[in-house]
């Protein structure tokens, strides 16, 4: 996981523009949890060929008018516990307010790298005013105009130099799994039931952040890493409750994962929270298996089973062919099998074909059943490959890949998944010119 900057401030100084900003044209990732979330919370950034993480801590609380000194806190508490660096943005347009002194305050205690920044500086009058919040006795003041841009391109430079070094890429060859799913699900239950049955945590392989310290456990004879979730550790009381942190959770908890177990109830169903939280994982194109929790809850019949997996199928479509466990946490029944399933998807998403294989396989295929010629052109796949990813990718080279379309595309993924096992596995399928 690499770092993250979050954004604090009373309302209306920025945040959401600056945000944007850095985030540029990417939506933010949890864009489509429409309705669980706000539209922006956390999103990816880049400047000079530096990767980070944008948490915007104002999104939750918009639209409100009042805001209080509580929620003022929580946001500087989450920014403090998830970010490496801060950036307490003020407005140069209405000068040191209470509230940005509390948020001083509150800052200055913590033990966090903070950068201040006077946004609205959008001339040279500005600029003058700015000096009055050195008051704040943080430090610097960087001068930007979120809106229009001055001053970020030497304010990002300033940003990425004080962020801590990237964490080198953990490349152990273990699965890291992470359990997410909508809260009451059973997830702590899960957690404390696989890893209660052999206390066997081998080691801590810290992460960049506090949070994120991923446990590796040797159990049943297989070994992997679960990626830390709020389940794993006692809950702060500020962050009980709060939809913005669990969602956050998922979101990080799936980013940094191979394999996602996605833990529905049984009792609900697989419910609009479930879709946005498997599409997620799938759009990060991680490994998912869904269980399917509290079974013991459930009047069966011979067909019950069946209707409650079609039922899922058809709402994840078109990405269906996942493994899917009917099982109780409660009665330690199929967790077992959850685990080992999260390991063979873990596998599955590793094995790579042979060029020769691959093309022996799909170029008869193909020249069965071509893409359709567009604009009277004949589109023809000549050769086809695997490439060194470490999401399975396939490229297929033609001589007009701009015309193969979706459907094409998917008719080739289903192919594949016909011929070799990517049960769990998001694949994806380029078009390049040859
Ligand atoms: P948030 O509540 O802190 O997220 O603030 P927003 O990003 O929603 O911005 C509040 C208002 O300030 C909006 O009307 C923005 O257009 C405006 N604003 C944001 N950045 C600038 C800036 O650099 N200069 C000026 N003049 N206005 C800005
Ligand atoms: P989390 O919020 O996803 O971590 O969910 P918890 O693990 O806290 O579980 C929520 C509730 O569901 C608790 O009361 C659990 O005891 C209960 N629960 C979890 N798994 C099962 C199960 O398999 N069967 C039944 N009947 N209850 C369960």
């Given at each position: 996981?690499?770092?993250?900057?979050?954004?604090?401030?009373?309302p209306?100084?920025?945040?959401s523009?600056?945000?944007?900003?850095?985030?540029?044209?990417?939506?933010?990732?949890?864009?489509?949890?429409?309705?669980?979330?706000?539209?922006?919370?956390?999103?990816?950034?880049?400047?000079?060929?530096?990767?980070?993480?944008?948490?915007?801590?104002?999104?939750?609380?918009i639209?409100s008018?009042?805001?209080?000194?509580?929620?003022?806190?929580?946001?500087?508490?989450?920014?403090?516990?998830?970010?490496?660096?801060?950036?307490?943005?003020?407005?140069?347009?209405?000068?040191i307010?209470?509230?940005?002194?509390?948020?001083?305050?509150?800052l200055?205690?913590?033990?966090?790298?903070?950068?201040?920044?006077?946004?609205?500086?959008?001339?040279?009058?500005?600029?003058?005013?700015?000096?009055?919040?050195?008051?704040l006795?943080?430090?610097?003041?960087?001068?930007?105009?979120?809106?229009?841009?001055?001053?970020?391109?030497?304010?990002?430079?300033?940003?990425?130099?004080?962020?801590?070094?990237?964490?080198?890429?953990?490349?152990?060859?273990i699965?890291k799994?992470?359990?997410?799913?909508?809260?009451?699900?059973?997830?702590?239950?899960?957690?404390?039931?696989?890893?209660?049955?052999?206390?066997?945590?081998?080691?801590?392989?810290?992460?960049?952040?506090?949070?994120?310290?991923?446990?590796?456990?040797?159990?049943?004879?297989?070994?992997?890493?679960?990626?830390?979730?709020?389940?794993?550790?006692?809950?702060?009381?500020?962050?009980?409750?709060?939809e913005?942190?669990?969602?956050?959770?998922?979101?990080?908890?799936?980013?940094?994962?191979?394999?996602?177990?996605?833990?529905?109830?049984?009792?609900?169903?697989?419910?609009?929270?479930?879709?946005?939280?498997?599409?997620?994982?799938?759009?990060?194109?991680?490994?998912?298996?869904?269980?399917?929790?509290?079974?013991?809850?459930?009047?069966?019949?011979?067909?019950?089973?069946?209707?409650?997996?079609?039922?899922?199928?058809?709402?994840?479509?078109?990405?269906?062919?996942?493994?899917?466990?009917?099982?109780?946490?409660?009665?330690?029944?199929?967790?077992?099998?959850?685990?080992?399933?999260?390991?063979?998807?873990?596998?599955?998403?590793?094995?790579?074909?042979?060029?020769?294989?691959?093309?022996?396989?799909?170029?008869?295929?193909?020249?069965?059943?071509?893409?359709?010629?567009?604009?009277?052109?004949l589109?023809?796949?000549?050769?086809?490959?695997?490439?060194?990813?470490?999401?399975?990718?396939?490229?297929?080279?033609?001589?007009?890949?701009?015309?193969?379309?979706?459907?094409?595309?998917?008719?080739?993924?289903?192919?594949?998944?016909?011929?070799?096992?990517?049960?769990?596995?998001?694949?994806?399928?380029?078009?390049?010119?040859?």
């Amino acid at each position: 996981m690499g770092n993250i900057v979050a954004i604090v401030g009373r309302p209306n100084v920025g945040k959401s523009t600056l945000f944007n900003r850095l985030t540029g044209q990417r939506k933010a990732i949890v864009d489509s949890i429409a309705g669980v979330t706000r539209d922006r919370l956390y999103g990816k950034a880049e400047w000079a060929g530096r990767k980070f993480s944008v948490i915007d801590t104002g999104g939750y609380i918009i639209g409100s008018d009042d805001v209080f000194e509580g929620e003022i806190r929580k946001q500087v508490q989450i920014a403090v516990d998830e970010a490496n660096l801060i950036l307490f943005l003020v407005d140069a347009e209405d000068g040191i307010t209470g509230m940005d002194e509390e948020v001083a305050n509150l800052l200055r205690r913590s033990e966090k790298k903070v950068m201040l920044v006077a946004n609205k500086v959008d001339n040279a009058m500005r600029q003058t005013q700015s000096a009055e919040f050195y008051g704040l006795g943080l430090g610097e003041v960087h001068n930007i105009s979120a809106m229009n841009g001055g001053g970020t391109g030497d304010f990002l430079d300033e940003m990425i130099a004080a962020l801590p070094e990237d964490p080198e890429e953990e490349e152990l060859d273990i699965p890291k799994i992470a359990v997410i799913g909508r809260p009451n699900a059973g997830k702590s239950s899960f957690i404390n039931a696989i890893t209660g049955i052999e206390r066997n945590i081998v080691t801590d392989v810290a992460g960049t952040t506090r949070d994120s310290i991923n446990t590796r456990y040797n159990l049943f004879g297989k070994d992997f890493l679960l990626v830390d979730t709020a389940g794993l550790r006692k809950k702060s009381k500020v962050h009980e409750n709060l939809e913005f942190y669990s969602v956050l959770r998922s979101v990080r908890a799936i980013e940094d994962a191979d394999v996602c177990l996605l833990i529905v109830d049984a009792e609900r169903g697989f419910e609009g929270q479930d879709l946005a939280v498997f599409s997620l994982a799938e759009r990060n194109k991680k490994g998912i298996v869904v269980l399917v929790n509290k079974w013991d809850l459930v009047e069966k019949d011979t067909h019950t089973a069946k209707r409650f997996e079609d039922n899922i199928r058809e709402k994840i479509a078109p990405f269906s062919d996942i493994p899917i466990i009917f099982m109780s946490v409660l009665n330690k029944q199929r967790i077992y099998k959850a685990v080992e399933e999260a390991v063979n998807v873990f596998e599955r998403r590793q094995q790579k074909i042979s060029t020769s294989k691959l093309n022996d396989l799909m170029l008869p295929i193909i020249q069965a059943t071509p893409p359709p010629a567009t604009k009277g052109k004949l589109i023809k796949i000549k050769f086809c490959t695997q490439l060194p990813t470490r999401v399975p990718s396939f490229a297929f080279f033609a001589n007009l890949p701009q015309y193969i379309k979706d459907p094409y595309k998917r008719f080739l993924e289903n192919q594949l998944r016909q011929h070799y096992d990517f049960n769990g596995v998001p694949i994806q399928i380029f078009m390049r010119k040859k």
